[in-house]
């Protein structure tokens, strides 16, 4: 059984950043893309940014390009995502997922496995 767990989120004032990070168990980590999601109050949760199986490529929402970026370890099954210049509106429960053999999958669906989130809230 593959889990996901999240940590790293807070609260935090604009400007500043945060570290998400995800670890995977139950599975073998170099065989899952790996993606960030984020669910706002009220709102559907929507795609951050995807990261193949490999590590090679990255891919971003229009809304955090430029500001954050995923990353992966494979030696300690964990994916990041770091998170700089936060705004108000980045405040969210962000969710990491797996997806099995997935190179950048920005569509949630696709993705096999989610962990339960964590929660950043960005003061103005």
């Known amino acids: 059984q593959v889990q996901l767990v999240e940590s790293g989120g807070g609260l935090v004032q604009a400007g500043h950043s945060l570290r998400l990070s995800c670890v995977v168990s139950g599975g073998t980590f170099s065989d899952y893309g790996m993606g960030w999601f984020r669910q706002a109050p009220g709102k559907e949760r929507e795609f951050v940014a995807t990261?193949?199986?490999?590590?090679?490529?990255?891919y971003y929402a229009d809304s955090v390009e430029g500001r954050f970026t995923i990353s992966r370890d494979d030696a300690k099954n964990t994916a990041y995502l770091q998170m700089t210049s936060l705004q108000p509106e980045d405040t969210a429960m962000y969710y990491c997922?797996?997806?099995?053999?997935?190179?950048?999958?920005?569509?949630?669906?696709?993705?096999?496995?989610w962990g339960q989130g964590t929660q950043v809230t960005v003061g103005s």
């Open positions: 997922a797996a997806c099995h053999g997935c190179h950048t999958i920005s569509i949630m669906s696709l993705y096999d496995y």
């Open positions: 990261i193949d199986l490999t590590g090679a490529e990255a």
